[in-house]
């Protein structure tokens, strides 16, 4: 059983960033791809950013390419999301999603296995 616990979600102005994590305690983090999922109205629930285990391949959807990064430390089991440049289309509540494998990034929702509870990221114009 793996445990997702997000946090640093919050309001934040058009234009600022934000740094969300997900710490994943007690488990073989590093033997696991994971993901960040973005679930509000409106949204198809895709992901918008994807790391493989070792974090040496990463995934972008188009709408955050470019203004967002996926770091994960494997010696403190937590992944980050950080985004930058946020814009009122960003607001969501963010999941982040695991799943074992030690080969590929996964980009599809019905790939992983473990989510979190989620964290809240609002942007106001």
């Known amino acids: 059983q793996v445990q997702l616990v997000e946090s640093g979600g919050g309001l934040v102005q058009a234009g600022g960033s934000l740094r969300s994590s997900c710490a994943a305690p007690?488990?073989?983090?590093?033997?696991?791809?994971m993901g960040w999922f973005p679930q509000a109205p409106g949204k198809d629930g895709e992901f918008v950013a994807a790391?493989?285990?070792?974090?040496?391949?990463?995934a972008y959807a188009d709408s955050v390419k470019g203004r967002s990064t996926i770091p994960r430390d494997n010696a403190k089991n937590t992944l980050y999301l950080q985004m930058n440049s946020l814009n009122p289309g960003d607001t969501a509540v963010y999941y982040c999603?695991?799943?074992?494998?030690?080969?590929?990034?996964?980009?599809?929702?019905?790939?992983?296995?473990?989510w979190g509870q989620g964290t809240q990221v609002a942007v106001s114009s």
């Open positions: 999603a695991a799943q074992f494998s030690r080969v590929a990034v996964l980009l599809t929702r019905y790939a992983y296995h473990y």
């Open positions: 007690g488990c073989a983090f590093s033997s696991y791809a």
């Open positions: 790391i493989n285990w070792n974090g040496l391949r990463t």
